[in-house]
């Protein structure tokens, strides 16, 4: 193992391979009006993405590494993917929110806000959600968050996949 393949092209090609399908799903979202919606299905092809990518870059890196691979190499080229993704959706989001769409939150607060009331939530409880919402709605917190939950998943995924395409030399007697 003192020879290992080089994984920073690796995370860098996959990574940018999942930021750019993630953001055409966005894009797709957008075009067809859903992107108000908080659509569990566009959350779970997004999830399948990203298992299906990671899972191809870590067999990826095993190849390029003479068939042998282990868990922590799975994990650090999978968790690599995952955060190079999360910059280019950040990149993405900063764009939409600036340029594509710069009402954006308001248009999601305002759905919100219909939310909370149906949810019988009192005037006061709506204002302090909205102050929170305000909160998190900042690009500097919302980026941090996308980073950690992207870093998170991809270890959950590449600790799972690593563990299944793990294989060292003494495997192999």
């Known amino acids: 193992m003192e020879n ?4 920073k092209g690796i995370m ?5 391979i999942l930021g750019i399908v993630s953001v055409l799903v966005s894009l797709t979202v957008y075009a067809m009006g859903n992107h108000l919606e908080q659509d569990w299905k566009v959350g779970l092809l997004n999830f399948i993405l990203m298992i299906v990518i ?10 390029s590494n003479g068939g042998f691979l282990s868990w922590g190499q799975g994990v650090k ?14 990149l993405y989001n900063l764009l939409f929110t600036n340029v594509i769409e710069p009402d954006f939150m308001n248009q ?3 759905k919100q806000r219909e939310l909370w009331a149906e949810n019988n939530m009192t005037e006061e409880q709506i204002e302090g959600a909205e102050g929170m919402f305000k909160t998190f709605s900042n690009p500097a917190i919302t980026s941090a968050i996308g980073i950690v939950f992207a870093a998170f998943l991809g270890f959950i995924i590449s600790a ?14």
């Open 160 to 173: 799972i996949a690593g563990a299944i395409m793990k294989k060292s030399a003494e495997d192999q007697y």
């Open 77 to 90: 080229v999978g968790v690599g993917i995952a955060v190079i993704s999360a910059i280019i959706g950040i």
């Open 54 to 63: 990671l899972s191809m870059g870590i067999k990826k890196y095993k190849e």
């Open 12 to 16: 860098i090609n996959y990574g940018a």
């Open 108 to 110: 999601m607060l305002d």
């Open 4 to 7: 290992q393949a080089p994984s």
